[in-house]
């Protein structure tokens, strides 16, 4: 009798995100413990609440938190929010200019980027992928993703908070050299690609 072959494997996960459920999640500094803060659902910008969960305590997530310090985290209830399972991971370098795509542990793609200058780096650390917006300024390109991330040298910019973003340009020329006020700019078709593909909370190393 020949045994029946193996289900195929169920797709490994890179990680865990979090969307808000309801117009408000309370982030606590511990859990059980006191309100660290209160976060309005959706985003000023229109894309909903959305976490990379970090780790797992009974009814508890730790979270990471898109706000200064960078590598921020906090404690939401579980039941605050609908969990997600990642497949997609990026990987920056600030050196080569480069971004590494990956689906599980594979390598999909590599682009090549615009980082920040010497004087306004790009961030390094671990991220993710907070939102996603149409911009009115060309300059962005047609897509732009929102990263956790936060310039280590500029407070604000453009009106906003000096929030890091991953979007397209109306420079091409500039793509492959470290010319930006530390955001990491594609070219158009590129941000396009991943604009279509990558889901909020996908994890985003800057190296």
């Not at 941000?191 to 593909?197: K, P, S």
């Amino acid at each position: 009798m020949t045994p029946s072959p193996a289900p195929p494997a169920a797709p490994a996960s890179v990680g865990t995100s979090a969307t808000a459920n309801s117009a408000q999640v309370t982030v606590y500094g511990a859990p059980g413990g006191a309100i660290a803060t209160t976060l309005s659902n959706p985003q000023p910008s229109g894309a909903p609440l959305t976490f990379l969960v970090a780790a797992k305590e009974g009814a508890w997530l730790q979270v990471d938190l898109a706000q200064r310090p960078n590598g921020s985290t906090g404690w939401i209830k579980a039941d605050a929010v609908t969990l997600h399972s990642l497949q997609y991971s990026l990987r920056a370098s600030t050196e080569q200019n480069t971004l590494s795509l990956y689906k599980n542990a594979t390598l999909v793609k590599t682009f090549t980027i615009a980082t920040g200058t010497g004087g306004t780096p790009t961030p390094h650390g671990s991220f993710y992928l907070t939102e996603l917006l149409a911009p009115t300024n060309t300059g962005y390109g047609p897509y732009a993703f929102g990263l956790s991330a936060f310039s280590d040298v500029l407070n604000s910019f453009g009106g906003g908070p000096g929030q890091i973003g991953l979007h397209g340009t109306d420079d091409a020329a500039s793509i492959g050299r470290s010319v930006s006020h530390g955001c990491i700019r594609l070219t158009n078709p590129d941000i396009t690609e991943l604009a279509n593909l990558l889901p909020l909370g996908t994890p985003i190393s800057i190296e």
